[in-house]
């Protein structure tokens, strides 16, 4: 019996990881710079965007009341652009 045992354990398969190939981790270290820039990107068009529509909305402005309504929109935009600033370097 505690033979049998022992010929299942010695079957079993490895619970260790299996060492990775080379060209596996040069593919990782290729990709894995480009999903953190697409990341970082899509959070900062996202955070910017008020701004820039604000932006356009100014130049496009026919009086005095539609600059002043556009200019607020890109007041909320460059806050929440220092809203995430502060909160991506308050992390721990």
């Known amino acids: 019996m505690i033979v049998a045992v022992d010929a299942k354990i010695a079957n079993a398969p490895s619970s260790l990881p299996e060492e990775k190939s080379v060209q596996f981790r040069h593919a990782f270290l290729r990709v894995a710079p480009s999903m953190f ?3 970082l990107d899509q959070t900062i068009i996202a955070a910017a965007l008020p701004a820039i529509a604000g932006s356009a909305a100014c130049f496009v402005a026919p009086n005095l009341i ?3 309504g ?3 929109l890109q007041g ?6 220092m809203t995430l600033h502060g909160w991506r370097t308050a992390r721990p």
């Open 37 to 39: 820039l697409g990341a």
């Open 66 to 68: 539609s600059l002043v």
């Open 70 to 72: 556009a200019r607020a």
């Open 76 to 81: 909320f935009g460059g806050g929440g652009l």
